[in-house]
């Protein structure tokens, strides 16, 4: 048995080869160790990659054959290497080869979740697979999110704990991920007209001891208070902070190795309370643990110190991660900055022509009309106020201040409108910069998004990339009653 890879192909190929050989090894007891040459007398030939990656590939398809595929596509194929019974598992990009080799892994019988695999009982080799498919994904972003803040969530995970769910994912064909991180959090770290960021909290400030009558406190040694495994022992809020960035460093840089791509949720119009010292007009935001600040109801468009704040964020979060590939950009969850949204809805008017829109009137009218979200129309057209607001205070910010630029000079980091009312998608498709996205919240849970099937409708033009998200579980919703 031989798996042949090429000799200088890309490291995801060569893992692929590495995987393919450890699956065959559980499965049918078959050893075999990835190499560039088939020994002689080898009885069957698995080839991993591509014609311009693997030379025994390009020979495989000599005469032509390849077909076209998207840097997603994958492709099995059964055919003949020189007489002799060969399969192709390969893909249009080194990602996508190895996606092509856990999909033939998946065909033997194994199944991936989220926390190991399950594979079938071990039985002999039966031979290649009679197999020719080609797949290209329905689906072109997949995307997990990670981090949070919620204690029963990935906010309490270790890095080893990370890597392993990302390697899953990975075997499922998710392409991305995001870290959505809060701005209480201690991610990140600035300094604002001379006050430095708090120190960081997790789980919006709630605190959970461990004693010796917590039921299964055995199972977290060294813990006195439930946190996340890495952060044990920092004997400081700095010390704390830099393993907080290690750790999301660690999980984006695991991510990006599997061939994802990377990116961060953040919210630039929120922020720890202290700062209201400096920051005048700012009002304490309606969130969980009530540790955050943000706009005030009537805070003015053309306020400096506002959009100093707001730049000194996000600047903090890319100077922070620079590698990252997306910067999701959201609005509160329960927005409080609503009584500028005439006005903001007027200039952003007078930008980009939102005649098809209706007046502003009309606009808030359509909001109230969407009765069936959580809060009631009241919550929507509330949510539609506060986010004509940010998005033209956002969209200045962009135009004048070179926000997404990278520290070393390189290609901007591309931006993602996260959760906007959808009432807004037509807006948000003018105002998304070149290769920016749109990232659409509709409702919460999958149910209650089927059952407002015309805003689904309403997704932004096809020259917008745009992704719907929707809890899997939360502080008031949970994985089995979504099951039930």
């Given at each position: 048995m031989a798996v042949l890879v090429g000799r200088n192909a890309p490291r995801l190929e060569r893992f692929a080869a590495a995987e393919l050989c450890r699956y065959m090894a559980e499965l049918f007891g078959v050893q075999a160790?990835?190499?560039?040459?088939?020994?002689?007398?080898?009885q069957a030939v698995l080839l991993v990659g591509r014609p311009k990656t693997n030379p025994a590939v390009a020979r495989a398809f000599a005469n032509g054959g390849w077909p076209k595929l998207s840097e997603q596509g994958i492709m099995l194929k059964r055919l003949e290497l020189a007489g002799e019974p060969a399969l192709v598992a390969g893909?249009?990009?080194?990602?996508?080869?190895?996606?092509?080799?856990?999909?033939l892994v998946e065909r033997w019988g194994v199944r991936y979740l989220v926390d190991r695999d399950v594979l079938p009982p071990k039985r002999p080799w039966p031979g290649l697979p009679e197999v020719n498919v080609v797949m290209e994904p329905n689906?072109?972003?997949?995307?997990?999110?990670?981090?949070?803040?919620l204690a029963h969530g990935p906010v309490s995970w270790s890095l080893a704990e990370n890597r392993r769910f990302l390697r899953q994912m990975a075997k499922m064909k998710y392409n991305r991920v995001h870290a959505s991180l809060w701005p209480s959090q201690p991610f990140v770290h600035y300094t604002f007209r001379g006050m430095e960021k708090p120190?960081?909290?997790?789980?919006?400030?709630?605190?959970?001891?461990i004693d010796a009558d917590t039921i299964g406190g055995e199972?977290?040694?060294?813990m006195t208070e439930f946190t996340n495994p890495e952060f044990v022992g920092a004997g400081s809020a700095?010390?704390?902070?830099?393993?907080?960035?290690?750790?999301?460093?660690?999980?984006?840089g695991e991510a990006r190795r599997l061939g994802m791509q990377i990116g961060l949720s953040v919210q630039p119009f929120e922020w720890p309370k202290e700062f209201m010292k400096v920051l005048p007009g700012s009002e304490s935001a309606h969130q969980l643990g009530n540790l955050t600040a943000g706009p005030g109801r009537t805070q003015s468009l053309e306020d400096p110190l506002l959009g100093e704040m707001?730049?000194?964020?996000?600047?903090?979060?890319?100077?922070?991660?620079?590698?990252?590939?997306?910067?999701?950009?959201?609005?509160?969850?329960?927005?409080?900055?609503?009584?500028?949204?005439?006005?903001?809805?007027?200039?952003?008017?007078?930008?980009?022509?939102?005649?098809?829109?209706g007046s502003y009137e009309q606009l808030c009218a359509t909001a109230q009309s969407r009765t069936t979200f959580p809060g009631g129309g009241q919550r929507v057209e509330r949510m539609l106020k506060g986010d004509l607001a940010a998005l033209w205070l956002f969209d200045s910010l962009l135009r004048d201040k070179q926000l997404l630029r990278r520290p070393d000079g390189g290609s901007d980091i591309k931006i993602v409108y996260n959760g906007v009312v959808a009432e807004l998608f037509p807006l948000v498709a003018r105002m998304?910069?070149?290769?920016?996205?749109?990232?659409?919240?509709?409702?919460?849970?999958?149910?209650?998004?089927?059952?407002?099937?015309?805003?689904?409708?309403?997704?932004?033009?096809r020259h917008v990339p745009a992704s719907l998200i929707f809890t899997l579980a939360d502080d008031n919703v949970g994985v089995l009653p979504q099951l039930a």
């Open positions: 160790a990835p190499g560039t040459d088939a020994p002689p007398g080898a893909g249009g990009s080194p990602v996508a080869t190895m996606w092509a080799v856990y999909e689906m072109r972003i997949r995307c997990w999110r990670l981090v949070n803040d120190p960081g909290v997790l789980y919006f400030g709630m605190r959970y001891p199972k977290f040694a060294g700095e010390e704390l902070r830099r393993r907080a960035i290690r750790l999301v460093r660690g999980i984006l707001i730049a000194t964020i996000v600047r903090a979060y890319i100077e922070t991660y620079p590698d990252i590939d997306l910067l999701h950009v959201g609005t509160p969850e329960h927005r409080g900055w609503i009584g500028q949204a005439e006005e903001a809805y007027r200039r952003l008017d007078e930008r980009y022509r939102l005649s098809d829109l998304v910069p070149p290769g920016g996205e749109v990232l659409s919240f509709i409702d919460y849970t999958a149910s209650r998004q089927l059952h407002q099937r015309e805003l689904l409708r309403q997704v932004p033009p």
